[in-house]
Each structure stands twice: as structure tokens, then as C-alpha cells.
């Protein structure tokens, strides 16, 4: 047999093998996927609405007992089993809008949603009535005439659930075991036509190939084993030969990379451990499964690590949850310090975690680092205290001087002339602005110092905005603006201080006052999920671009100095630490010329315990 008629049978063999190995292949991928769609529609799609359908009935059902409860007497206990499976009940429901699969699940879960909320509007209802001593009482008078048929009709659309649900899993699996005997019958067959026709291919074809590959097999193993000194010895002029040429050549081509290449990777190790040794911040490295690639000997001192901890899990070694959470999530994140103790002494430091991602896209390890920040918390509780203190010292005589000029400018210690008169009222003037800033800065730092006592109870958003604009509407009118309240929802509870959200209104509503000419400013509150979302707009002057990256640090003003509309710096200020307390944020969105629209959130009523999470 020459070459060509080797080289010829060879291909023919491969080309017919492959065709048939491909045809097997995509056969038994599309079964395979088909029985996959098949069993994830039985076991997980289907199965997960079933598992929410009987939650929905357990939560229900301890809900009528509890309104039973209640019937006999008011309850505390009766009210809290109630409400913690009231939440339970949405929970649950929303995993099964999540997991809308089936033809009219979607209607069935709509009927769900509204017979709900019909039940819980009418637990108000029977909540404040009185309790009855036997059935002719007021509650179970609402009991029986409004829960008990919603209850009723809330668990028969349940049960239609979870039925459609056990219906599509039971077709399912008819479809699947069909699929499969179909799936079987067919791959056995294409299977034996390959096995067949592999083994008539092979015996003719070993003679003439296999023991030059088998040479050329042990040389690789000695490749893979990182051996360069092994060379294959063929003495053939195919094209087995010529790749085994090929193969010698490449080995020695290797043996020279690979003392170049082992050189190189010392000097760049020892490079980048002494760097990474030498940051004065502590340093960690970690890959995917949250291993510890490397650590500088800094955070090794910070952590106390006297063992190599290379190769072992971040938890395993350092007991630190929160810088956990950074690592695991670096991007959900918002910066955050942590205080840690290094000999002894408690210090700041401010995390920042980057994951590295390659040239492919693909994920390779995160660093963490580690700023500390004593020295500059230091630095700032100084100058809060020192602000604190100063506007302490100024209160008192900013007082007397305010009482004194208000008794001279009201002439109780004899006459002024005109020029006095004007004297002395810019002076009264200049003293109300400095006792305002000395107000707003003592607010201030007891926000940040965290004495000022936060009153939270659950609060009607719409009642406190509608009481903050009052003031408002007279300034409002003078100025040709119209003041609007656009409430788009009712029953918008939330779970705040009253007396702090108000003002944080009032300053944004009084900031737009101040600098729009004419135009209109609207406030909204709705509910977005778990929050409460309240906004205010105008179409003002907008806020300038240089200023739209402080405009929430202290003593930011977008006006001139010398205009007394610019106020004192420090309302954005204080409004977004009252929000942050809250567990809330603020922010803005604005253009010059266009106006702006200052929003925050806070925690809606029933959900800050999960908003704190």
C-alpha cells in the first residue's frame, strides 16, 4: 500500500466516521435537551409554583385563626400572627408571579392579588372594631359577611393554582418518558452502525500507523511531564513522519523557552512580591472560590496571620464578615470603613475591592485594599467638636445681640433718625443670618455625632407634605409660582420621624422658592417596593455643572455670596444625613436652564427591619 492509498482510506474513514459521530452527537444533544426543558418543567418550574400555592394556604389559614383569635378579644398576639403572615402570604405570591409558565396561572395569581388585598383592607376594617363576647359581636359580624367569603374564595383560586400546575407536571412527564424510550431505540442503533464500521476501519488501519503514533504518544507524555531532553525516533516519510520532525523540532525550540521563560518569571515574582510587601496598606488577593492568593506583610500583622495562609479560604483565617461581604459583591457595595484593632488600639480603614477580569472577559482574582483612615476620622470628630463647640459659644451672645438690637431698632431706648434706622437693621440682619448658621451647624454635628434622638413610628407621607407646603403657598403666589402636591397614591405609610422628614421637605421646597422666578414646583410620593419615594421638581434655574458634584457637602452654596439667597451651605448637608439615618437616600437630577428634581426614600412601613438588611 503506497502513501496516497493510505492517505486516501484514511480520509475517507475519518470523513464517514466523523459524519456519522456528528449525526450521533446532534441527535443525542437535541434529546438531551429536550428531556432537559422536560424534567426542568416537572421538577422546578412547576414544582415551585405548587410549593408557593401551599405556603399561600398555610399563611391564610393561620391568618383566619388569628382573626378568630381577635374575634374573642383584642389580642396583641392575634394582631402580630396576623401581619408577620400577611408578609409571608406576599412573599410567597411574588415567587409565583415570578414563575408564570403556564396558560391562564397569570389570571389565577391576578384574582389572588386583588382578593388579598381585599382581605387585608377589610382586617382594617375589623381590627378597630370592638370585640364581641358571642357571635352577634361587630367583628364577627365582619368576620362572617366580608373575611370568611374572600378567605373562601382567596383558597379555591389556590387550589386552581396548585391543580393547573400538577396537570402541566403530569403531561410533562408523559412527554418526557416518550421522548426518552424514542431517544434510547435511536442512539442504540447509530451507536452499533459506529461501533461496526470503527472496528472494520481500525483493524485494517493499525498495522500501517500504529506504532509510529505510539512513539510519537510517549514522546508528548514526556512533553506534558515538562521532560525536553526525550525525542521521537521515526524512520518514516509520511505524514507521520513529518510530525515527528516536526515534534523534535518543537522540543528544542522549548528547551531554549523554557530556560528564557523560567528566568523571566523569578525576576517578575520577586518584583511583584516586593511591591506588594512594601505597601504600607494592607493588601489581599483572592480568587474565585475566595481563596487567599496573596497577602502583603502589613495585613498579615493586621490580622495577626504568623502561618502561611496561601491556597486557604478568606473566613477560614480572618474573622471578618463585613470585608467578606465587599469581596464576595465588590459592586453592589457602597464604600464603607471598618474599625479593626492593631495593637491594641482601635483603627479606621476604608475598603476598596477590584476584580480583575482578562482579556477574555473572564473572572481571575479581587484585591482588596485596605486605607487607613484613623488619622482622618481623627481629624474630622476634631472638627466637629470644635465646630460644636465654637457654635455653642457664639449661641449665647448672638442672642444677646440679637434682643439688644431688636430693642434699639424698636426705639425702647430712645430715637433713631433714618440713617441709624438702616444701620441697625442690616446689623439685626447680619445677626439672624449668623444665628441661623450657628443653628444648622449644631444640627449638624448632632446628626453626625449621633445624639440627636430620631422618633420613627409608622407616618402618613401625604398628611406630612401636605402639612409642610401650607407655609408655603402664600410665598409661592407672591412669586407667581404655582405650588403643587401631585399625589399620585393614597395610604403611602412610612416608617420615619415625622418631624425630621418635614423639614427635609420644607428645606427642599424653600430651596426651590429661593431661586425660581416664576414656573411651577410639584411634589410626589409613591411607593416603589419596599420604599417610599418622594420628590420634589421645578423648572428653575437648574444647578450648575460645577456644582452639581458637592451640592450635598457642607457650606456648598450655588449662589453668589452676597446675594441672601444663598443661605448658609448647610441644608443639602443636614437633609442627606437625616436621610442616611433613616436608612434612606438622596439625590438630584438636574440641568441648567431646565430646572431640577431633588428625590430621597425611606423605608416603607412594614419592611425596615428588610430595608436594614
Same mark, same amino acid.
Given at each position: 500500500?503506497?502513501?496516497k492509498?493510505l492517505?486516501?482510506?484514511?480520509l475517507?474513514? $475519518?470523513a464517514?466516521?466523523?459524519?456519522?459521530?456528528?449525526?450521533?452527537?446532534? +441527535?443525542? /444533544? =437535541? *434529546?438531551? #435537551?429536550? %428531556?432537559?426543558?422536560?424534567?426542568?418543567?416537572?421538577?422546578v418550574?412547576?414544582y415551585?409554583?405548587?410549593t408557593?400555592?401551599?405556603?399561600?394556604?398555610?399563611?391564610?389559614?393561620r391568618?383566619?385563626?388569628?382573626?378568630?383569635?381577635l374575634?374573642?378579644?383584642?389580642?396583641d398576639?392575634?394582631?402580630?400572627?396576623?401581619?408577620?403572615?400577611?408578609?409571608?402570604?406576599?412573599?410567597?405570591?411574588?415567587?409565583?408571579?415570578?414563575?408564570?409558565t403556564?396558560?391562564g396561572?397569570?389570571?389565577?395569581?391576578?384574582r389572588?392579588n386583588?382578593?388579598?388585598?381585599?382581605?387585608?383592607?377589610?382586617?382594617?376594617n375589623? $381590627?378597630?372594631?370592638?370585640?364581641?363576647?358571642?357571635?352577634?359581636?361587630?367583628? +364577627?359580624? /365582619? =368576620? *362572617?359577611? #366580608?373575611? %370568611?367569603?374572600?378567605?373562601?374564595?382567596i383558597?379555591?383560586?389556590?387550589?386552581?393554582?396548585?391543580e393547573?400546575?400538577?396537570?402541566?407536571?403530569?403531561?410533562?412527564?408523559?412527554?418526557?418518558?416518550?421522548?426518552?424510550n424514542?431517544?434510547?431505540?435511536?442512539?442504540?442503533?447509530?451507536?452499533?452502525?459506529?461501533?461496526?464500521?470503527?472496528?472494520?476501519?481500525?483493524f485494517?488501519?493499525?498495522k500501517?500507523i500504529?506504532?509510529?503514533?505510539?512513539?510519537?504518544?510517549?514522546?508528548?507524555?514526556?512533553?506534558a511531564?515538562?521532560?525536553f531532553?526525550?525525542?521521537?525516533e521515526?524512520?518514516?516519510?509520511?505524514?507521520?513522519?513529518?510530525?515527528?520532525?516536526?515534534?523534535?523540532?518543537?522540543?528544542?525550540?522549548?528547551?531554549?523557552?523554557?530556560?528564557?521563560?523560567?528566568?523571566k518569571?523569578?525576576?517578575?515574582?520577586?518584583?511583584?512580591?516586593?511591591?506588594?510587601?512594601?505597601?504600607?496598606?494592607?493588601?489581599?488577593?483572592?480568587?474565585?472560590?475566595?481563596?487567599?492568593?496573596?497577602?502583603?506583610?502589613?495585613?498579615?500583622?493586621?490580622?495577626?496571620?504568623?502561618?502561611?495562609?496561601?491556597?486557604?479560604?478568606?473566613?477560614?483565617?480572618?474573622k471578618?464578615?463585613?470585608?467578606?461581604?465587599?469581596?464576595?459583591?465588590?459592586?453592589?457595595?457602597?464604600?464603607?470603613?471598618?474599625?479593626?484593632?492593631?495593637n491594641?488600639?482601635?483603627?479606621?480603614?476604608?475598603?476598596s475591592?477590584?476584580?480583575?477580569?482578562?482579556?477574555?472577559?473572564?473572572y481571575q482574582?479581587t484585591?482588596?485594599?485596605?486605607?487607613?483612615?484613623?488619622?482622618?476620622?481623627?481629624?474630622?470628630?476634631?472638627?466637629?467638636?470644635?465646630v460644636?463647640t465654637v457654635?455653642?459659644?457664639?449661641?449665647t451672645?448672638?442672642?444677646?445681640?440679637?434682643?439688644?438690637?431688636?430693642?434699639?431698632?424698636?426705639e425702647?431706648?430712645?430715637?433713631?433718625?433714618?440713617?441709624?434706622?438702616?444701620?441697625?437693621?442690616?446689623?439685626?440682619?447680619?445677626?439672624?443670618?449668623l444665628?441661623e448658621?450657628?443653628?444648622?451647624?449644631?444640627?449638624?454635628?448632632?446628626?453626625?455625632?449621633?445624639k440627636i434622638?430620631?422618633?420613627?413610628d409608622?407616618?402618613?407621607?401625604?398628611?406630612?407634605?401636605?402639612?409642610?407646603l401650607?407655609?408655603f403657598f402664600?410665598?409661592?403666589?407672591?412669586?407667581?409660582?404655582?405650588?403643587?402636591?401631585?399625589?399620585?397614591?393614597?395610604?403611602?405609610?412610612?416608617?420615619?420621624?415625622?418631624?425630621?422628614?418635614?423639614?427635609v421637605?420644607?428645606?427642599?421646597?424653600?430651596?426651590?422658592?429661593?431661586?425660581?422666578?416664576?414656573?411651577?414646583i410639584?411634589?410626589?410620593?409613591?411607593?416603589k417596593?419596599?420604599?417610599?419615594l418622594v420628590?420634589?421638581?421645578?423648572?428653575?434655574?437648574?444647578?450648575?455643572?460645577?456644582?452639581?458634584?458637592k451640592?450635598?457637602?457642607?457650606?456648598?452654596?450655588?449662589?453668589?455670596?452676597?446675594?441672601?439667597?444663598?443661605?448658609?451651605?448647610?441644608?443639602?448637608?443636614i437633609?442627606?444625613?437625616?436621610?442616611?439615618?433613616?436608612n434612606?437616600?438622596?439625590?438630584?437630577?438636574?440641568e441648567e436652564?431646565?430646572?431640577?428634581?431633588?428625590s430621597f426614600?425611606?423605608p416603607?412601613?412594614?419592611?425596615?427591619?428588610?430595608?436594614?438588611?
Amino acid at each position: 500500500m503506497n502513501i496516497k492509498t493510505l492517505k486516501g482510506k484514511m480520509l475517507l474513514g $475519518f470523513a464517514v466516521m466523523i459524519i456519522i459521530i456528528a449525526g450521533v452527537v446532534v +441527535w443525542s /444533544i =437535541y *434529546n438531551f #435537551e429536550i %428531556l432537559s426543558n422536560a424534567i426542568n418543567d416537572i421538577m422546578v418550574e412547576n414544582y415551585r409554583s405548587i410549593t408557593a400555592s401551599d405556603a399561600m394556604v398555610e399563611a391564610l389559614e393561620r391568618q383566619d385563626s388569628a382573626l378568630l383569635l381577635l374575634i374573642r378579644a383584642p389580642e396583641d398576639q392575634g394582631q402580630e400572627i396576623f401581619r408577620s403572615n400577611q408578609k409571608e402570604f406576599y412573599t410567597w405570591l411574588a415567587r409565583a408571579e415570578d414563575n408564570i409558565t403556564i396558560e391562564g396561572e397569570g389570571e389565577i395569581l391576578s384574582r389572588i392579588n386583588d382578593n388579598y388585598f381585599n382581605f387585608i383592607t377589610s382586617f382594617d376594617n375589623f $381590627f378597630i372594631a370592638s370585640p364581641g363576647t358571642d357571635e352577634t359581636g361587630e367583628r +364577627w359580624e /365582619i =368576620y *362572617n359577611e #366580608e373575611l %370568611l367569603p374572600t378567605f373562601t374564595e382567596i383558597k379555591e383560586d389556590i387550589r386552581e393554582l396548585r391543580e393547573i400546575n400538577r396537570e402541566e407536571m403530569v403531561n410533562a412527564q408523559l412527554g418526557a418518558d416518550s421522548r426518552a424510550n424514542q431517544a434510547i431505540i435511536y442512539t442504540i442503533v447509530l451507536a452499533l452502525l459506529v461501533t461496526v464500521f470503527s472496528l472494520i476501519f481500525a483493524f485494517h488501519l493499525t498495522k500501517q500507523i500504529l506504532r509510529p503514533i505510539k512513539e510519537l504518544g510517549k514522546g508528548i507524555k514526556e512533553v506534558a511531564a515538562r521532560n525536553f531532553q526525550q525525542k521521537v525516533e521515526v524512520a518514516s516519510e509520511d505524514e507521520i513522519g513529518v510530525l515527528a520532525d516536526e515534534f523534535n523540532e518543537m522540543i528544542s525550540k522549548l528547551q531554549e523557552y523554557e530556560k528564557l521563560n523560567v528566568k523571566k518569571l523569578l525576576i517578575e515574582k520577586e518584583k511583584s512580591e516586593a511591591v506588594v510587601n512594601n505597601l504600607s496598606s494592607p493588601l489581599i488577593v483572592t480568587d474565585i472560590e475566595h481563596k487567599i492568593v496573596l497577602i502583603n506583610e502589613t495585613a498579615r500583622e493586621l490580622f495577626s496571620l504568623k502561618n502561611d495562609v496561601v491556597g486557604t479560604h478568606f473566613l477560614k483565617v480572618i474573622k471578618a464578615e463585613e470585608i467578606f461581604e465587599h469581596i464576595k459583591n465588590p459592586e453592589a457595595k457602597e464604600e464603607k470603613t471598618f474599625i479593626l484593632k492593631k495593637n491594641d488600639k482601635k483603627r479606621h480603614y476604608r475598603i476598596s475591592t477590584k476584580q480583575v477580569i482578562d482579556e477574555d472577559e473572564e473572572y481571575q482574582f479581587t484585591v482588596t485594599l485596605l486605607e487607613d483612615i484613623t488619622r482622618l476620622k481623627e481629624i474630622d470628630n476634631m472638627k466637629s467638636e470644635f465646630v460644636s463647640t465654637v457654635s455653642h459659644e457664639f449661641r449665647t451672645p448672638l442672642t444677646s445681640m440679637n434682643m439688644g438690637l431688636s430693642m434699639v431698632i424698636n426705639e425702647d431706648t430712645g430715637e433713631l433718625n433714618e440713617e441709624q434706622h438702616e444701620l441697625l437693621e442690616a446689623a439685626y440682619e447680619d445677626v439672624e443670618r449668623l444665628t441661623e448658621l450657628v443653628n444648622d451647624l449644631l444640627d449638624l454635628s448632632k446628626i453626625e455625632s449621633g445624639k440627636i434622638e430620631m422618633e420613627f413610628d409608622k407616618v402618613d407621607v401625604n398628611d406630612i407634605i401636605e402639612k409642610t407646603l401650607n407655609p408655603f403657598f402664600k410665598q409661592a403666589e407672591e412669586k407667581d409660582i404655582e405650588l403643587k402636591f401631585k399625589q399620585s397614591e393614597e395610604n403611602v405609610f412610612a416608617y420615619a420621624d415625622p418631624s425630621k422628614i418635614s423639614w427635609v421637605i420644607s428645606n427642599l421646597i424653600g430651596n426651590a422658592l429661593r431661586y425660581a422666578e416664576q414656573g411651577k414646583i410639584e411634589v410626589d410620593a409613591e411607593i416603589k417596593g419596599r420604599r417610599v419615594l418622594v420628590s420634589v421638581a421645578d423648572n428653575g434655574p437648574g444647578i450648575p455643572k460645577e456644582y452639581q458634584a458637592k451640592i450635598f457637602e457642607k457650606f456648598v452654596r450655588t449662589g453668589n455670596d452676597q446675594d441672601e439667597k444663598s443661605g448658609t451651605g448647610l441644608g443639602l448637608a443636614i437633609a442627606k444625613e437625616i436621610i442616611t439615618a433613616h436608612n434612606g437616600r438622596i439625590w438630584f437630577d438636574s440641568e441648567e436652564g431646565e430646572g431640577s428634581t431633588f428625590s430621597f426614600y425611606i423605608p416603607r412601613y412594614g419592611y425596615q427591619e428588610e430595608d436594614n438588611e
